[in-house]
T-cell receptor, first 110, second 113 residues
Framework: KNEVEQSPQNLTAQEGEFITINCSYS?????LHWLQQHPGGGIVSLFM???GKKKHGRLIATINIQEKHSSLHITASHPRDSAVYIC????????????FGQGTRLTINP | DAGITQSPRHKVTETGTPVTLRCHQT?????MYWYRQDPGHGLRLIHY???????DKGEVSDGYSVSRSKTEDFLLTLESATSSQTSVYFC????????????FGPGTRLTVL
């Protein structure tokens, strides 16, 4: 069983819809990252959080440390949000090493 | 964007040849990482560095070595490339002074024939 599980693996939605991507983990962590990767593109850090909630524009990330769960929400989704979203956890021990989920491929249709 | 570059960006090589990938940063970040990304496996840590000359293994380090002789450069070497090392390689940097957020390089696509 992977230490970091994302769901769904694939998500297709219409422009304007509210999107939720989930991440569950089974290890002790000090923080959690949400990353975005466009097709053929590089990886961009969206959020790093260790508690509560963070918001940036139409993106919101939440984390519940007790339940070992995080969610990434996109409000008023747009075709340019189409990308792979990756959850990664920072292990408690050692040099900020990341363990990654498999990613969620999001497609927003106009 | 964080100043982090990778070279080369694309490389095709033959099985058994040595290959070195370079990661260069201008941010003076303490930590540097090498990851590989493969379909079905996602991103996996190969090696990382927590300072000049200080390196350690990640989860998929077999067949790879690294060196960090100065803060800004982190080299990944495949001593004898194999087809299983065909992948996209990403370098990343982070530093406690900037909240430990990881910034990724543009990636290197390596094909081993």
């Amino acid at each position: 069983k992977n230490e970091v599980e994302q769901s769904p693996q694939n998500l297709t939605a219409q422009e304007g819809e509210f999107i939720t991507i989930n991440c569950s983990y089974s290890v002790g962590i000090s923080a959690l990252h949400w990353l975005q990767q466009h097709p053929g593109g590089g990886i961009v850090s969206l959020f790093m959080l260790s508690s509560g909630k963070k918001k940036h524009g139409r993106l919101i990330a939440t984390i519940n440390i007790q339940e070992k769960h995080s969610s990434l929400h996109i409000t008023a989704s747009h075709p340019r949000d189409s990308a792979v979203y990756i959850c990664a956890v920072v292990l408690v021990q050692g040099a900020q090493k990341l363990v990654f989920g498999q990613g969620t491929r999001l497609t927003i249709n106009p | 964007d964080a100043g982090i570059t990778q070279s080369p960006r694309h490389k095709v090589t033959e099985t058994g040849t040595p290959v070195t990938l370079r990661c260069h940063q201008t941010e003076n970040h303490r930590y540097m990482y090498w990851y590989r990304q493969d379909p079905g496996h996602g991103l996996r840590l190969i090696h990382y560095s927590y300072g000049v000359k200080d390196t350690d293994k990640g989860e998929v380090s077999d067949g790879y070595s690294v060196s960090r002789s100065k803060t800004e450069d982190f080299l990944l070497t495949l001593e004898s490339a194999t087809s299983s090392q065909t992948s996209v390689y990403f370098c990343a940097i982070s530093d406690p002074l900037t909240g430990n957020e990881q910034f990724f390089g543009p990636g290197t696509r390596l094909t081993v024939l």
